[in-house]
DNA sequence: ATACGCTTGTTGAGCTTTCAATCATCGGCG
DNA sequence: CGCCGATGATTGAAAGCTCAACAAGCGTAT
Protein backbone atom coordinates (compact mmCIF):
# COMPACT_ATOMS: atom_id res chain seq x y z
CA UNK A 1 0.00 0.00 0.00
CA UNK A 2 1.72 3.20 -0.82
CA UNK A 3 1.84 5.96 1.15
CA UNK A 4 1.27 8.78 -1.27
CA UNK A 5 2.45 12.47 -0.39
CA UNK A 6 -0.65 14.85 0.22
CA UNK A 7 -1.01 18.14 -0.48
CA UNK A 8 1.38 19.84 1.59
CA UNK A 9 3.94 17.23 1.12
CA UNK A 10 3.71 17.01 -2.97
CA UNK A 11 4.41 21.17 -2.37
CA UNK A 12 7.61 21.05 -0.61
CA UNK A 13 8.56 18.11 -2.53
CA UNK A 14 7.90 20.16 -5.61
CA UNK A 15 9.39 23.16 -4.28
CA UNK A 16 12.98 21.51 -3.57
CA UNK A 17 12.94 20.12 -6.56
CA UNK A 18 12.43 23.28 -8.47
CA UNK A 19 14.50 25.19 -6.40
CA UNK A 20 17.24 22.81 -5.88
CA UNK A 21 17.62 22.41 -10.18
CA UNK A 22 17.55 26.03 -10.17
CA UNK A 23 20.42 26.61 -8.27
CA UNK A 24 22.22 23.75 -9.66
CA UNK A 25 21.79 24.84 -13.18
CA UNK A 26 22.15 28.58 -12.49
CA UNK A 27 25.73 27.97 -10.74
CA UNK A 28 26.45 25.22 -13.63
CA UNK A 29 26.10 27.75 -16.61
CA UNK A 30 27.96 30.87 -14.45
CA UNK A 31 30.66 28.61 -14.47
CA UNK A 32 30.57 27.49 -17.77
CA UNK A 33 30.53 31.02 -18.83
CA UNK A 34 33.06 32.37 -16.97
CA UNK A 35 35.45 29.15 -16.59
CA UNK A 36 34.58 27.22 -19.51
CA UNK A 37 34.09 24.22 -17.19
CA UNK A 38 31.03 22.90 -15.87
CA UNK A 39 30.60 22.37 -12.24
CA UNK A 40 31.30 18.76 -11.67
CA UNK A 41 35.00 19.70 -13.36
CA UNK A 42 35.34 22.83 -11.24
CA UNK A 43 34.92 20.27 -7.87
CA UNK A 44 37.45 18.14 -8.84
CA UNK A 45 39.69 20.58 -9.51
CA UNK A 46 38.88 22.16 -5.77
CA UNK A 47 39.59 18.89 -4.41
CA UNK A 48 42.97 18.48 -5.78
CA UNK A 49 44.01 21.74 -4.74
CA UNK A 50 43.38 20.76 -0.81
CA UNK A 51 45.02 17.91 -1.27
CA UNK A 52 48.76 17.30 -0.18
CA UNK A 53 50.72 18.06 -2.97
CA UNK A 54 47.72 18.75 -4.84
CA UNK A 55 46.97 15.23 -5.71
CA UNK A 56 44.50 12.43 -5.35
CA UNK A 57 44.24 9.07 -6.16
CA UNK A 58 41.48 8.50 -8.37
CA UNK A 59 38.94 6.61 -6.15
CA UNK A 60 39.58 8.93 -3.57
CA UNK A 61 38.90 12.03 -5.91
CA UNK A 62 35.88 9.86 -7.14
CA UNK A 63 34.40 9.39 -3.55
CA UNK A 64 35.56 13.09 -2.68
CA UNK A 65 33.30 14.47 -5.35
CA UNK A 66 30.58 12.00 -5.03
CA UNK A 67 31.27 11.09 -8.62
CA UNK A 68 31.21 7.03 -10.42
CA UNK A 69 34.72 5.82 -11.64
CA UNK A 70 34.04 5.59 -14.82
CA UNK A 71 32.59 9.37 -14.81
CA UNK A 72 35.91 10.57 -13.12
CA UNK A 73 37.83 8.73 -15.47
CA UNK A 74 36.11 10.48 -18.44
CA UNK A 75 36.33 13.88 -16.45
CA UNK A 76 40.22 13.82 -15.76
CA UNK A 77 40.98 12.95 -19.54
CA UNK A 78 39.26 15.57 -20.61
CA UNK A 79 40.84 17.92 -17.68
CA UNK A 80 43.97 16.51 -18.88
CA UNK A 81 43.60 17.42 -22.56
CA UNK A 82 43.37 20.78 -21.48
CA UNK A 83 46.32 20.53 -19.22
CA UNK A 84 44.85 21.26 -15.99
CA UNK A 85 45.85 17.91 -14.68
CA UNK A 86 47.91 15.27 -15.06
CA UNK A 87 48.69 11.66 -14.51
CA UNK A 88 50.63 9.94 -12.41
CA UNK A 89 51.30 6.31 -11.10
CA UNK A 90 50.83 5.66 -7.94
CA UNK A 91 54.06 4.61 -6.17
CA UNK A 92 52.68 1.86 -3.70
CA UNK A 93 50.17 0.31 -6.28
CA UNK A 94 50.51 -0.56 -9.31
CA UNK A 95 46.94 -0.53 -9.97
CA UNK A 96 46.90 3.05 -8.85
CA UNK A 97 46.94 5.99 -10.74
CA UNK A 98 47.21 9.61 -8.87
CA UNK A 99 45.64 13.18 -10.88
CA UNK A 100 47.45 15.81 -10.20
CA UNK A 101 46.73 19.67 -10.28
CA UNK A 102 49.03 21.97 -12.77
CA UNK A 103 50.20 24.69 -11.95
CA UNK A 104 47.77 25.68 -15.09
CA UNK A 105 45.30 23.78 -13.90
CA UNK A 106 45.31 25.87 -10.33
CA UNK A 107 45.14 29.27 -11.93
CA UNK A 108 42.15 28.37 -13.90
CA UNK A 109 40.65 27.40 -10.37
CA UNK A 110 41.95 30.51 -8.63
CA UNK A 111 40.39 32.52 -11.43
CA UNK A 112 37.23 30.50 -11.45
CA UNK A 113 37.03 30.77 -7.69
CA UNK A 114 36.05 34.51 -7.29
CA UNK A 115 33.28 34.62 -9.56
CA UNK A 116 31.72 31.01 -8.21
CA UNK A 117 31.99 31.74 -4.40
CA UNK A 118 30.27 34.94 -5.13
CA UNK A 119 27.53 33.03 -7.12
CA UNK A 120 27.06 30.46 -4.38
CA UNK A 121 26.55 33.52 -1.99
CA UNK A 122 24.15 35.52 -4.38
CA UNK A 123 21.94 32.80 -5.09
CA UNK A 124 21.74 30.77 -1.96
CA UNK A 125 23.24 32.21 1.54
CA UNK A 126 22.48 36.15 0.95
CA UNK A 127 18.73 34.50 0.08
CA UNK A 128 18.75 33.03 3.80
CA UNK A 129 18.29 33.86 7.17
CA UNK A 130 21.15 32.67 9.51
CA UNK A 131 18.48 30.36 10.91
CA UNK A 132 17.63 29.08 7.83
CA UNK A 133 21.13 28.61 6.89
CA UNK A 134 21.39 26.09 9.98
CA UNK A 135 18.47 24.36 9.45
CA UNK A 136 19.58 23.31 6.03
CA UNK A 137 22.69 21.71 7.03
CA UNK A 138 20.95 20.28 9.35
CA UNK A 139 18.47 18.81 6.94
CA UNK A 140 21.17 18.13 4.28
CA UNK A 141 23.31 15.91 7.06
CA UNK A 142 19.98 13.99 8.18
CA UNK A 143 19.48 13.04 4.22
CA UNK A 144 23.48 12.06 3.95
CA UNK A 145 23.36 10.07 7.22
CA UNK A 146 20.35 7.93 5.31
CA UNK A 147 21.81 7.73 1.45
CA UNK A 148 25.28 7.62 2.58
CA UNK A 149 26.39 6.72 5.89
CA UNK A 150 29.54 5.83 6.05
CA UNK A 151 30.78 8.91 4.11
CA UNK A 152 34.13 11.50 5.35
CA UNK A 153 32.87 14.49 6.52
CA UNK A 154 34.62 17.01 5.09
CA UNK B 1 36.49 41.81 -3.31
CA UNK B 2 35.33 38.56 -2.63
CA UNK B 3 33.43 37.63 0.07
CA UNK B 4 34.96 33.97 1.07
CA UNK B 5 32.60 31.15 2.50
CA UNK B 6 33.77 30.92 5.90
CA UNK B 7 34.34 27.59 7.72
CA UNK B 8 30.71 27.05 8.57
CA UNK B 9 29.24 28.40 5.24
CA UNK B 10 31.54 25.74 3.43
CA UNK B 11 30.67 22.54 5.42
CA UNK B 12 26.78 23.84 5.40
CA UNK B 13 27.41 24.46 1.04
CA UNK B 14 29.54 20.91 0.95
CA UNK B 15 26.79 19.21 3.00
CA UNK B 16 24.11 20.83 0.81
CA UNK B 17 26.03 19.23 -2.51
CA UNK B 18 26.67 16.13 -1.23
CA UNK B 19 23.16 15.61 0.18
CA UNK B 20 21.02 16.66 -3.13
CA UNK B 21 23.14 15.18 -5.44
CA UNK B 22 23.03 11.79 -3.23
CA UNK B 23 19.02 12.07 -3.66
CA UNK B 24 19.03 12.79 -6.94
CA UNK B 25 20.74 10.29 -8.02
CA UNK B 26 19.41 7.70 -5.78
CA UNK B 27 15.95 8.19 -7.09
CA UNK B 28 17.17 8.86 -10.49
CA UNK B 29 18.83 5.09 -10.59
CA UNK B 30 15.47 3.77 -8.95
CA UNK B 31 13.03 5.25 -11.38
CA UNK B 32 15.40 3.74 -14.31
CA UNK B 33 15.61 0.46 -13.05
CA UNK B 34 12.30 0.16 -12.19
CA UNK B 35 10.20 2.13 -14.70
CA UNK B 36 12.96 2.19 -17.70
CA UNK B 37 13.14 6.02 -17.74
CA UNK B 38 15.23 9.08 -16.07
CA UNK B 39 13.49 11.25 -13.87
CA UNK B 40 13.58 14.02 -16.25
CA UNK B 41 10.95 11.98 -18.00
CA UNK B 42 9.18 10.95 -15.33
CA UNK B 43 8.48 14.10 -14.71
CA UNK B 44 7.38 15.16 -17.49
CA UNK B 45 4.40 12.25 -17.79
CA UNK B 46 3.43 13.65 -14.51
CA UNK B 47 2.87 17.18 -15.50
CA UNK B 48 0.64 15.96 -18.33
CA UNK B 49 -1.23 13.37 -16.59
CA UNK B 50 -2.29 16.55 -14.37
CA UNK B 51 -3.39 18.63 -17.48
CA UNK B 52 -6.83 18.81 -18.97
CA UNK B 53 -6.83 16.31 -21.78
CA UNK B 54 -3.54 15.21 -20.53
CA UNK B 55 -2.44 17.70 -23.19
CA UNK B 56 -0.08 20.51 -22.48
CA UNK B 57 1.62 23.12 -25.27
CA UNK B 58 5.32 22.52 -25.36
CA UNK B 59 6.01 25.67 -24.29
CA UNK B 60 3.73 25.02 -21.04
CA UNK B 61 5.59 21.95 -20.50
CA UNK B 62 8.93 22.94 -20.60
CA UNK B 63 8.26 25.56 -17.94
CA UNK B 64 6.11 23.19 -15.70
CA UNK B 65 9.24 20.49 -15.71
CA UNK B 66 11.87 23.73 -15.46
CA UNK B 67 13.27 22.43 -19.06
CA UNK B 68 14.68 24.24 -22.08
CA UNK B 69 12.64 23.80 -25.29
CA UNK B 70 15.07 22.41 -26.71
CA UNK B 71 15.57 19.65 -24.15
CA UNK B 72 11.92 18.96 -24.17
CA UNK B 73 11.91 18.39 -27.59
CA UNK B 74 14.57 15.52 -27.49
CA UNK B 75 12.87 13.96 -24.59
CA UNK B 76 9.49 14.10 -26.00
CA UNK B 77 10.65 12.57 -29.10
CA UNK B 78 11.98 10.09 -27.33
CA UNK B 79 8.74 9.55 -25.12
CA UNK B 80 7.05 9.11 -28.38
CA UNK B 81 9.16 6.29 -30.09
CA UNK B 82 8.35 4.78 -26.65
CA UNK B 83 4.39 5.72 -27.24
CA UNK B 84 4.07 6.96 -24.00
CA UNK B 85 3.50 10.20 -25.79
CA UNK B 86 2.07 11.54 -28.90
CA UNK B 87 2.01 14.86 -30.63
CA UNK B 88 -0.69 17.38 -31.83
CA UNK B 89 -1.04 20.14 -33.89
CA UNK B 90 -2.12 23.42 -31.46
CA UNK B 91 -5.57 24.32 -32.74
CA UNK B 92 -5.47 28.23 -31.88
CA UNK B 93 -1.51 28.68 -32.73
CA UNK B 94 -0.58 26.79 -35.91
CA UNK B 95 3.28 27.31 -34.55
CA UNK B 96 2.34 25.38 -31.49
CA UNK B 97 2.65 21.66 -30.59
CA UNK B 98 0.59 20.17 -27.73
CA UNK B 99 2.16 16.66 -26.40
CA UNK B 100 -0.90 14.19 -25.28
CA UNK B 101 -0.18 11.43 -22.65
CA UNK B 102 -1.11 8.06 -24.28
CA UNK B 103 -2.91 5.41 -22.60
CA UNK B 104 -0.10 2.91 -22.35
CA UNK B 105 1.80 6.22 -21.36
CA UNK B 106 -0.59 6.80 -18.39
CA UNK B 107 -0.20 3.08 -17.50
CA UNK B 108 3.21 2.85 -17.10
CA UNK B 109 3.54 6.25 -14.76
CA UNK B 110 0.70 5.02 -13.01
CA UNK B 111 2.96 1.24 -12.35
CA UNK B 112 6.07 3.93 -12.01
CA UNK B 113 4.65 6.08 -9.20
CA UNK B 114 4.10 3.89 -6.36
CA UNK B 115 7.59 2.94 -6.54
CA UNK B 116 8.72 6.37 -6.59
CA UNK B 117 6.63 8.02 -4.32
CA UNK B 118 8.16 5.39 -1.95
CA UNK B 119 11.60 6.48 -2.72
CA UNK B 120 10.57 9.95 -2.26
CA UNK B 121 9.49 9.01 1.34
CA UNK B 122 12.31 6.84 2.25
CA UNK B 123 15.14 9.12 1.14
CA UNK B 124 13.75 12.52 1.94
CA UNK B 125 10.60 12.71 4.41
CA UNK B 126 11.28 10.02 6.56
CA UNK B 127 14.41 11.08 7.33
CA UNK B 128 13.52 14.59 8.67
CA UNK B 129 11.62 15.84 11.38
CA UNK B 130 7.41 17.49 10.77
CA UNK B 131 9.43 20.97 11.77
CA UNK B 132 12.51 20.66 9.04
CA UNK B 133 9.82 19.12 6.29
CA UNK B 134 8.33 22.89 7.09
CA UNK B 135 12.15 24.31 6.78
CA UNK B 136 12.83 22.55 3.80
CA UNK B 137 9.59 24.27 2.04
CA UNK B 138 10.58 27.70 3.44
CA UNK B 139 14.14 27.28 2.38
CA UNK B 140 13.31 26.36 -0.87
CA UNK B 141 10.62 29.10 -1.49
CA UNK B 142 13.21 31.44 -0.63
CA UNK B 143 15.81 30.12 -3.17
CA UNK B 144 12.78 30.17 -6.01
CA UNK B 145 11.71 33.73 -5.20
CA UNK B 146 15.09 34.73 -6.01
CA UNK B 147 16.05 32.36 -8.98
CA UNK B 148 12.38 31.82 -10.74
CA UNK B 149 10.48 35.14 -9.18
CA UNK B 150 7.77 34.67 -11.49
CA UNK B 151 6.55 31.19 -11.58
CA UNK B 152 3.92 29.03 -11.41
CA UNK B 153 3.27 28.04 -7.46
CA UNK B 154 2.29 24.72 -8.65
C1' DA C 1 53.94 -21.03 -6.42
C1' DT C 2 49.15 -20.88 -8.13
C1' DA C 3 44.61 -19.99 -7.98
C1' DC C 4 40.95 -17.29 -6.40
C1' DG C 5 38.18 -13.41 -5.58
C1' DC C 6 38.34 -8.47 -4.92
C1' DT C 7 39.73 -3.74 -6.06
C1' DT C 8 41.39 -0.18 -9.34
C1' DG C 9 40.90 2.16 -13.27
C1' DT C 10 39.78 2.53 -18.21
C1' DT C 11 37.03 1.96 -22.32
C1' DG C 12 33.21 2.17 -25.73
C1' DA C 13 28.51 2.36 -26.76
C1' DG C 14 24.32 4.44 -26.08
C1' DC C 15 21.61 8.00 -24.08
C1' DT C 16 20.67 12.74 -22.34
C1' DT C 17 21.74 17.54 -22.21
C1' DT C 18 23.51 21.87 -24.06
C1' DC C 19 24.26 25.28 -27.36
C1' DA C 20 23.71 27.66 -31.48
C1' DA C 21 21.44 27.79 -35.75
C1' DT C 22 17.22 27.36 -38.20
C1' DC C 23 12.44 27.67 -39.80
C1' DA C 24 7.72 28.93 -39.46
C1' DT C 25 4.33 31.65 -37.51
C1' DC C 26 2.37 35.39 -34.81
C1' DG C 27 1.13 40.11 -33.79
C1' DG C 28 1.62 44.81 -34.23
C1' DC C 29 2.57 48.95 -36.91
C1' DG C 30 3.31 51.90 -40.81
C1' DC D 1 -1.66 44.77 -47.01
C1' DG D 2 3.39 43.91 -46.13
C1' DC D 3 7.18 44.31 -43.05
C1' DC D 4 9.63 42.93 -38.83
C1' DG D 5 10.88 41.83 -34.36
C1' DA D 6 9.44 38.36 -31.11
C1' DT D 7 7.89 33.70 -30.10
C1' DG D 8 7.36 28.45 -30.62
C1' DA D 9 9.49 24.50 -31.69
C1' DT D 10 12.91 21.57 -33.84
C1' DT D 11 17.54 20.08 -35.32
C1' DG D 12 22.44 18.50 -35.32
C1' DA D 13 26.73 18.52 -33.27
C1' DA D 14 29.49 18.45 -29.32
C1' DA D 15 29.88 17.39 -24.56
C1' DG D 16 28.83 14.78 -20.44
C1' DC D 17 26.96 10.74 -18.03
C1' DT D 18 25.74 5.78 -17.32
C1' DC D 19 26.28 1.14 -17.72
C1' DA D 20 28.46 -3.06 -18.60
C1' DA D 21 32.58 -5.20 -19.92
C1' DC D 22 37.29 -5.46 -19.42
C1' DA D 23 42.35 -5.66 -18.05
C1' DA D 24 45.62 -5.51 -14.64
C1' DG D 25 47.28 -5.87 -10.03
C1' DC D 26 46.44 -6.92 -5.23
C1' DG D 27 46.07 -10.28 -1.18
C1' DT D 28 45.01 -14.43 0.75
C1' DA D 29 44.50 -19.35 1.10
C1' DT D 30 45.85 -23.53 -0.37
Same mark, same amino acid.
Given at each position: ?31 ? !? ?5 ? @? ?5 ? /? #? *?? +??? &??? !? ?5 ? @? ?5 ? /? #? *?? +??? &? ?15 ? /???? +? ?55
Amino acid at each position: MTRWLNEDEQRTWRAFLHASRALWDTLDRELQ !RDAGMPH @AYYEILV /R #L *SE +APE &RKL !RMSDLAE @ATSSSRS /R #L *SH +AVA &RLEEHGWVSREDCPTDR /RGQL +AVLTDQGFQVLADAAHGHVEGVRTHLFDQLTPEQVVQLRQISEAMLDHLDPGRALY
